[in-house]
């Protein structure tokens, strides 16, 4: 089987509850990879929550080391730093590649459909294992942003301030087309739905290739991976980047969580199931919230958060002039980092 090293170095929350899916399927049991930084304080109120995106991991302070760390606007020498896998994954939590109890074999493609919501009350079930009271600021990009404003919903009284990068508060149309060429990817390699770790190992790095498109742009592309040989006819660096990328996935992750991890952003819609208009449901969110968008983002542009900031109740809006797309909200840390500690001191 597959290592996906990181779930080796994180610690583990065990369940034996049976947990129930908004599908209505029951997971019979669950578990949950974790990694917190720094400790509690007396009255519990240096709690800092990081929600990750789609392939990232708990080990938030190595994969956002421009914002988290000593001597960093998010210090776990002054805060108690929590990020949690998400169910689904393949880093730790339950999902494809981790045992069904059932039948004593990885889940692999049998494992059910979630959503959002279910990756939340997952949170919901560590936070209180943690024993944690309440959560001073809650933070999250892209799909993470998705978990943060469902948090904010379903436990307004835990919840205090939020924090959001590049997202919006239901996955657009555009954000669905993406995912189902991607997921066509997958499902276009014959071996996806195998019992093997490796399964569909050629459609998730075309599926990475697609995801790539939406993260960067023309500029970065062009800037950056423009041959300065006009004679070339086959072997561009354009090309040579994307299957580096490609290649770099799928070392690291596994086809049917990406399968079913992006069916589950196509499933965010804060108003599912609460209100006729999602601008009635962002008004329920009462906390302080902190919005940026970066404005060359083309897969969750400063449009979404530019909707929301209108319609929050206590929203702050900064938006970053970036070339790096998507993926300014884990570059321009230092721009993010200004901004946070002006807003949170």
């Known amino acids: 089987m597959r290592k996906f090293n990181i779930a080796l170095s994180a610690k583990v929350f065990h369940s034996k509850e049976a947990f129930r899916l908004e599908s209505g399927e029951v997971l019979p049991s669950l578990q949950i990879a974790y990694h917190t930084y ?47 896998n998400v169910l689904g994954s393949c880093y730790g939590t339950s999902g494809p590649q981790t045992i069904n109890p059932a039948t004593g074999e990885p889940w692999y493609r049998t494992f059910p459909t979630i959503t959002i919501r279910d990756i939340v009350q997952a949170h919901e079930l560590l936070r209180r ?3 944690i009271q309440r959560i001073h600021l809650l933070i999250g990009g892209s799909m ?28 657009s149309a555009w954000g669905i087309a993406i995912h189902t060429a991607q997921r066509l990817a997958i499902e276009a390699d014959e071996t996806w739905q ?75 819609n804060i108003a599912r199931g609460r209100h006729e208009k999602i601008t009635t449901t962002l008004s329920h969110i009462k906390q302080p919230a902190l919005l940026i968008g970066i404005s060359s983002d083309i897969l969750c542009p400063p449009e979404e958060q530019q909707f929301m900031a209108t319609f929050l109740p206590n929203a702050t809006y900064h938006e970053i002039d970036s070339s790096y797309g998507h993926d300014g909200f884990l570059i321009e840390f230092e721009k993010i980092g200004q901004i946070l500690k002006s807003w949170d001191h």
């Open 144 to 171: 993470g942003g998705y978990q943060v404003l469902e948090w904010a919903l379903i436990a307004p009284e835990v919840i205090e301030r939020l924090f959001l990068l590049c997202t919006g508060a239901a996955e």
């Open 194 to 268: 195998n019992p093997a770790p490796d399964a569909g190992s050629k459609g998730l790095k075309a599926a990475r290739a697609i995801g790539m498109l939406t993260y960067r742009n023309y500029r970065t592309f062009v800037q950056a991976q423009t041959d300065p040989d006009k004679e070339k006819t086959d072997n561009f660096r354009a090309s040579s980047y994307i299957n580096y990328q490609g290649e770099k996935l799928v070392k690291r992750f596994n086809a049917q969580s990406y399968w079913l991890l992006t069916k589950a952003m196509d499933s965010h």
């Open 129 to 131: 294992h943690l024993q």
């Open 38 to 84: 720094g400790s509690m304080n007396e009255d519990g109120s240096n709690v800092v929550w990081v929600c990750h995106a789609l392939t990232a991991n708990s080990d938030v302070a190595d994969w956002w080391t421009g914002l988290i760390g000593h001597g960093k606007v998010i210090d776990p020498a002054r805060h108690f730093i929590v990020c949690a």
